[in-house]
């Protein structure tokens, strides 16, 4: 049980005794500290057990609300003894607990040296306490332990910014064994690296880290990373300018301001990048900190051998991108139209991001695919990604299979399928179909990054949530069957799948992908009645369609020549199909008819507009103007008679 006084700013104190192993405070009264005072948000704060180790996070803060502990503004520290912790204009004073750390006092390496001095004096033991001085020598005061200033000590305090204050309260012996024990591990160098990533993460003010690729065919990648936005890719010249200089660089790439730090072998070999963003590389500390890790990775990369960062090798190969079979036929996105080269660009740019991802798509555009591969391309591949399907089970039996149960005493405990995503990734299928209760717990999970476990302990939980979904969530919102806010979280990055129709160009490229899949004949296996007879049809199930279509094709004619009448019945049916609606007016149906018509026929002369506009007796103006009103494609992508 730890206790806690609290000290108001009249002057009033009381003591507070709380036993639990996930500790709140704030003003809300749902915290288990109440702290009722000018600056003190609802939930402001978290005291984490651990052991026999306590630690504070910082959860929010606002103007006028910076947490200091013992004097210094933190984010994120381990708690002693004796620590007063300071919000707003209320203290609060740790009673009992861990004894202090003495290395917790203890200055960083000197600095004004090169690399390697720096990670040696950070990876050496601390030296013994001096001896007690004699009865009859005069006491001498104890210098004052080294403290970092950020660069702007000279602003006046409201001005400085509250990110690089945060590190005062980290010291840099405290993490190196941790740091050093992560590189260490017999794992491949990107796991290693993601680890390591991950630790400084949730254990320094380091909230952004990555490590960048330097083989040739991936120059600036990241390979492995933790960052708060968007990690930009470095472009070679950036590359260049770092392994030119020798040393950390600032570059500003794709609007943000960097500091490069070259991973070098013993002999100035540059096998790898660090990057840390600016905000965080001004402070002297943790610049020393990406001096000295740089320094102590090119050393363990020496030592066990690895190839440089982003080449593949047969020894301590890294994780394969794809680190399990796609379910999807495809096993990479396929197609070349413009709406699939946007979504690649897409996926590239978010793969490296925290935030939650929501996939919206028909039926059969390959959700499941785009979700698995946004897992294979971020830092967190090594990592399992877990899928659970919103409509698979009731609410209490999709929360069991999230949580998992604590069970009688002489039963054994099934752990959750979200603890096993944990560092992973969690893909939830048809996420507006989710029951109220899951949504709670989804909207804590994303809100606080924890979630309450069988037995009511908070427990922290590290993934990134993909939700995919059938239809608009916007629609489900407005039927009150899904909470607004947990929407907007979890809609931060959306993508949209276009539908086969959209997209009939990429029709050969995926006969090609599935017949490869499933063993049936390729494109060129098609005559032109045929492939023509695909791309004309309007595909209601989207790539799924032609994937059983390609199934059925291989069990009856292997890899064979295709003629139209091999086909399914449906994709020679020559009709217009009109669906109306209950609001369509005449005006309505008529254009219906109408785009559906000059469709058909454009598609029959394979986008001769001259052509067209005679079958259909009107100019070729008339016809052009047409096809832009009702935004209808040329059709030149169908293949000709030879």
């Known amino acids: 049980m730890l206790s806690f006084e609290v000290r108001k700013p009249g002057g009033e104190s009381e003591i507070r005794k709380v036993h639990r192993d996930v500790i709140h405070l704030g003003a809300s009264s749902g915290n288990d500290l109440v ?105 001498v005061p104890e210098p004052r332990p080294r403290t970092y200033e950020p660069v702007h000590a000279a602003r006046p305090a409201e001005s400085r910014p509250s990110s ?71 472009g070679r010249r950036s590359v260049d300018e770092v392994f030119a200089s020798g040393g950390p660089t600032d570059i500003f790439e794709a609007g943000m301001r960097l500091r490069v730090y070259p991973v070098t072998r013993p002999g100035a070999e540059a096998v790898g990048l660090l990057v840390l963003p600016m905000e965080l590389a001004a402070d002297p500390l943790l610049n020393d900190l990406g001096v000295a890790l740089a320094a102590a990775i090119g050393f363990v990369h020496a030592e066990r051998a690895d190839a440089p960062f982003g080449e593949r090798t047969s020894a301590h190969a890294p994780a394969a991108m794809v680190t399990a079979p796609l379910e999807d036929p495809v096993t990479a996105v396929v197609g070349s139209s413009l709406a699939i080269q946007n979504l690649r660009v897409s996926l590239q740019r978010i793969a490296s991001a925290r935030a939650p991802v929501l996939v919206i798509g028909d039926v059969g555009t390959g959700k499941t695919l785009v ?83 069988p037995g009511g302990r908070s427990v922290p939980v590290d993934v ?119 609001s369509d007016d005449l005006k309505e149906i008529v254009e219906k008819v109408e785009r559906q018509v000059i469709e058909r026929v454009m598609r029959k002369v394979r986008g001769n507009q001259s052509l067209g506009a005679r079958l259909l007796n009107i100019s070729r103006g008339s016809l052009i103007a047409k096809m832009k009103e009702y935004d209808i494609k040329d059709f030149r992508y169908l293949k000709r008679q030879d």
């Open 35 to 139: 702290v009722r005072a000018r600056g003190v948000l609802g939930r402001h704060a978290r005291i984490s057990v651990a052991g026999e180790e306590l630690r504070l996070d910082v959860l929010g803060t606002a103007p006028g609300s910076d947490v200091y502990l013992n004097g210094a503004i933190v984010k994120s520290a381990a708690l002693a003894a004796g620590d007063r912790i300071q919000i707003g204009e209320a203290t609060i004073t740790l009673l009992n607990g861990p004894a202090p750390n003495p290395n917790r006092l203890a200055a960083p390496p000197p600095r004004g040296r090169d690399a390697f001095s720096v990670a040696a004096a950070a990876l050496a033991p601390p030296p013994p306490p001096p001896a007690p001085p004699a009865a009859q020598a005069p006491r």
């Open 464 to 582: 990134r949530v993909i939700g995919t979904s059938s239809r608009p969530l916007t629609r489900a919102v407005e039927e009150g069957t899904f909470r607004d806010d947990l929407y907007y979280r979890l809609s931060a990055l959306t993508l949209r799948l276009p539908t086969l129709r959209d997209r009939k160009e990429d029709i050969p490229a995926l006969l090609d992908a599935f017949a490869a899949r499933h063993g049936g004949p390729p494109a060129a296996a098609y005559d032109v009645e045929a492939m023509n007879a695909l791309l004309d049809f309007n595909y209601a199930g989207n790539v799924r369609e032609v994937e059983n279509e390609v199934r059925r094709l291989a069990a009856q004619l292997g890899t064979g020549p295709v003629r139209l009448s091999d086909l399914d019945a449906k994709f020679g049916d020559e009709h217009v199909e009109l669906t109306l609606a209950e």
């Open 371 to 453: 979700a698995e591969t946004l897992h294979a391309l971020s830092p967190r591949r090594p990592r399992p990604l877990v899928r659970i399907s919103a409509t698979a089970s009731t609410a209490a039996a999709l929360e069991e299979d999230l949580l998992g149960t604590a069970g009688p005493p002489d039963r054994r405990r099934r752990p959750g399928r979200l603890f096993e995503a944990d560092g992973g990734t969690l893909l939830i299928e048809e996420v507006s179909e989710l029951p109220a209760p899951t949504q709670a717990l989804l909207y804590r999970l994303l809100e606080a990054r924890e979630v309450v476990a």
């Open 164 to 234: 690089l204050s945060a590190a005062q309260g980290f010291r840099l012996a405290d993490v190196w064994g941790e740091l050093f024990g992560r590189l260490r591990a017999s794992a491949t160098l990107e796991e290693r690296l993601q680890e390591v990533a991950s630790y400084l993460s949730s254990s320094t003010p380091v909230h952004s880290v990555a490590f960048l690729s330097v083989a040739d065919s991936s120059t600036g990648e990241a390979i492995a990373a933790i960052w708060k936005g968007t990690l930009p890719r470095l």
